[in-house]
């Protein structure tokens, strides 16, 4: 017995969050897409690096950085139930790998998330260099 409520209620919770991920699909090509959604904030990320492309999109998922060989830079844009996650992913051979992280709601004034971003950036650039010295 409890164990046909527990399958129940995996195959409940599975509903729901296929329904809930179709619901947020539909949400964000309602509003054009990441690419319309996130504009500020891609553009923003694109104009840092001439090189800097979107090298990826899917629904609710971007990625833009720049490769070259060494070193890549890129920045994952998801997003999930109500928020935005934004990652940054440096691999260097020269400065080690590196990694940061924001999540923001996902109506959040972007050109707010550029600042925070900006900052914590230029913070760990602060910090690569104050360890590579």
């Known amino acids: ?3 046909w ?13 296929a329904a809930d991920h ?17 504009r500020t904030l891609i553009n923003h990320l694109l104009a840092d690096d001439s090189n800097c492309r979107i090298l990826q999109e899917k629904t609710t998922f971007i990625l833009l ?5 060494g070193n890549s830079s890129v920045f994952m844009i998801q997003q999930t139930f109500g928020t935005v996650t934004i990652e ?17 709601n996902e109506y959040a004034d972007q050109n707010k998330m550029v600042e925070k971003i900006t900052h914590d950036i230029e913070r760990l650039n602060n910090d690569i ?3 590579f010295v």
């Open 1 to 3: 017995m409890i164990m």
């Open 5 to 17: 409520l527990i399958i129940a209620i995996v195959i409940f919770m599975l509903i729901k969050f």
């Open 22 to 38: 179709n619901k947020q699909v539909k949400d964000v090509a309602q509003q054009g897409g990441m690419r319309v959604k996130y």
């Open 65 to 69: 950085g720049v490769s070259h060989p």
């Open 88 to 104: 940054y992913q440096i691999k260097s051979i020269v400065f080690g790998n590196h990694k940061l992280e924001w999540t923001f």
């Open 129 to 131: 260099m104050q360890n």
